[in-house]
């Protein structure tokens, strides 16, 4: 595990979340494309709840707590039990790096950490280093999602306007 690369990623991934989601009037930040779809003022919140229940702490007990049970998560639940799409967007946003934070403050902790650690999953084993990898992964897929929802937003607003000069989405 290149850990340098893998802190710089996280922190950049910060700054490009940052970026895509401050300064979005309300009615964007809480827009959806669909009805089954993540708003922005979702994504950020998502991304806020699993850096601090979800990647870090499960980094955590693969190389510090080995054979413990994770703690329960449900992603895909706290979108509508946590209400996220009723919270403040600069809110949430200051959170998310909050946290962020904390894991950047964290992670060099672990310079000398066995990456090839295991852990048992109900989907078979992941190591610590699947893990960050993982986590680095998870932002950037987001950062997409981020980017589709601008696209799309963007798309919604211009009406009855095409793109289409633009080039191929």
């Known amino acids: ?10 922190t950049s991934h910060a700054a490009a979340i940052q970026a895509l989601a401050r300064e979005i009037p309300d009615e964007q930040a809480r827009w959806k494309p669909a009805p089954d779809s993540w ?5 950020v919140n998502h991304l806020y709840d699993e850096e601090r229940e979800d990647f870090r702490v ?12 994770w703690p329960p998560i449900d992603p895909a639940g706290w979108v509508t039990s946590r209400e ?4 403040d967007l600069e809110e949430s946003l200051k959170n998310f790096l909050s946290e962020r934070e904390r894991s950047l403050t964290w992670l060099p902790e672990l310079a ?3 990456w090839a650690t295991t852990c048992p ?7 610590a280093g699947d893990m960050f990898a993982a986590w680095i992964a998870h932002d950037i897929l987001h950062l ?10 963007n798309l919604h607003k211009v009406k009855p306007y095409t793109v289409q000069y633009a080039g191929d989405w």
């Not at 980094?59 to 049970?69: A, C, E, M, S, V």
């Not at 997409?144 to 937003?153: G, K, M």
């Open 1 to 10: 595990m290149n850990l340098d690369y893998s802190i710089k990623q996280l």
């Open 39 to 43: 708003s922005i003022l979702e994504v």
């Open 58 to 69: 499960r980094l955590d007990y693969i190389l510090h707590r080995p054979g413990q049970p």
């Open 84 to 87: 996220y799409n009723q919270r």
């Open 112 to 114: 000398s950490a066995n």
């Open 121 to 127: 999953t109900p989907w078979g084993q992941i190591t």
């Open 144 to 153: 997409r999602q981020l980017v589709e929802l601008h696209w799309a937003y």
